[in-house]
């Protein structure tokens, strides 16, 4: 007996059994299907070359079920050329799965996949509109998560397998990634990094690249800007070095600084061995020597797309000690503790610190000490029934304000 099995009438190889009578040959098959094997045709025949026309054969078509093969790429309509800040930029999520992915039927409304979508690292889960009967994929969400719906005030649109983002801003970059969900498991795309670094001033776009772990970037090239959120005022007492740290967000990153002073009377350079420059970053050592070197420096950056237009501020303010605290109160007291806030005042141009020292009313000595970088104060373990004296202050380290006095009696 000849036994034959074959894969879309490709032979592959088994193995045969024949029983000592040699009345009966068994065939074993060992196959492992792979995803290209859905939609073939397995088939198994038998034939006696002895007897003509004896061949007998069966089989059936291969019905592979596997958890869904996702791949997400930036919208084939969208021109490369001109993204930029305040455009438009889609997203297609395309997907093979067998059983497809969740499609529910929603009444009036169309029918809705299960799909996720990862921005950056906040898993932002897109389920348009699907029972809460599904599986929660929220749970791993970081505190700064949000859900992202179809919503047209935040220019968010999710329609089947597609994500428009309108108008988008920098805040809208990072990693995005598909994931598609079935019965067999869940299948995650590549990962799509948008970096929206891009300004409304000279820009253009400069290259897109698909890296080693299949990320597809996109770049953009932008002048220099400040980074936001770097401090601006700086109390600097006569004779004491600052180091006053300019940071610009650019692309490219190697970037050509200058560094100017302003005052009321003069605007000149500052010497370059006074500033350490590193690619977006930039410190310079200031010391103000007179009253006259008391004003602004202002930063610039340049790369190779062009010059910053506006500069970043700082201001250089004489250094001294803080301001008395006020509004003191005790807000809270029991036999042994108490809690007492206050509204601070301007630091003297460095950064404060508050005390409250508490003083046995009798004695005259030192019971509790507290610092704080809030005056806000609590303090506990005080003797049941005695006075106390308390002194509120700020300190920096030009030294500290005058003490405002406070008396508890018991």
């Known amino acids: 007996m000849h036994i034959e099995k074959f894969l879309d009438w490709h032979t592959i190889d088994d193995c045969k059994f024949t029983s000592p009578d040699r009345n009966t040959t068994t065939s074993v098959l060992t196959f492992v299907p792979t995803v290209e094997d859905g939609g073939k045709y397995l088939s198994c025949r038998g034939q006696q ?4 026309d004896s061949g007998m054969e069966d089989g059936w078509k291969l019905d592979i079920y596997h958890v869904p093969l996702v791949s997400l790429e930036l ?3 969208l021109n490369g050329s001109v993204i930029k800040e305040g455009v438009d930029v889609y997203f297609e999520c395309n997907i093979k799965s067998n059983p497809w992915v969740y499609k529910l039927p929603l009444g009036s409304t169309p029918e809705s996949y299960a799909l996720d ?3 950056g690292t906040m898993k932002i889960c897109i389920i348009i509109s699907l029972p809460s009967t599904l599986r929660n994929f929220n749970k791993d969400l970081p505190p700064q998560g949000k859900q992202l719906y179809n919503n047209m005030q935040t220019n968010t649109i999710v329609s089947n397998q597609s994500l428009v983002l309108q108008s988008i801003t920098r805040a809208r970059s990072g990693l995005y990634t598909c994931v598609g969900h079935n019965q ?10 948008l970096d929206v670094n891009v300004s409304n001033e000279r820009c253009r776009y400069k290259r897109a690249i698909l890296s080693y772990f299949s990320t597809f970037s996109i770049f953009f090239t932008v002048i220099p800007v400040c980074r936001p959120g770097q401090p601006k005022v700086f109390g600097v007492a006569r004779h004491e070095t600052a180091r006053i740290v300019c940071e610009l967000e650019a692309n490219p990153t190697d970037v050509q600084f200058v560094w100017k002073f302003n005052n009321t009377a003069d605007s000149v350079d500052l010497p370059q061995n006074q500033i350490q420059t590193e690619k977006g970053r930039s410190v310079a050592s ?3 020597m007179t009253e006259l070197d008391y004003g602004t420096l202002l930063c610039w950056g340049k790369n190779e797309i062009g010059i910053q237009k506006e500069p970043c501020v700082f201001y250089i303010n004489p250094a001294g000690k803080p301001d008395s605290l006020s509004n003191c109160s005790i807000v809270n007291q029991t036999a042994e503790s108490l809690h007492v806030e206050c509204s601070e005042g301007f630091d003297g141009g460095v950064q404060q610190v508050f005390v409250m020292e508490v003083y046995d009313t009798q004695s005259k000595k030192l019971v509790s000490n507290v610092t704080s970088k809030i005056p806000v104060f609590n303090v506990g373990g005080l003797e049941s029934g005695a006075g106390f004296d308390i002194g ?19």
């Open 117 to 119: 979508l990862y921005h």
């Open 75 to 77: 919208g084939s309509t």
């Open 49 to 52: 070359h002895q007897i003509s």
């Open 184 to 193: 067999e498991g869940d299948g995650e795309s590549n990962p799509v990094q």
């Open 392 to 410: 509120l202050y700020a300190a920096n380290k030009k030294g500290r304000s005058p003490s405002r006095p406070c008396k508890l009696s018991r």
């Open 286 to 288: 200031y010391k103000p």
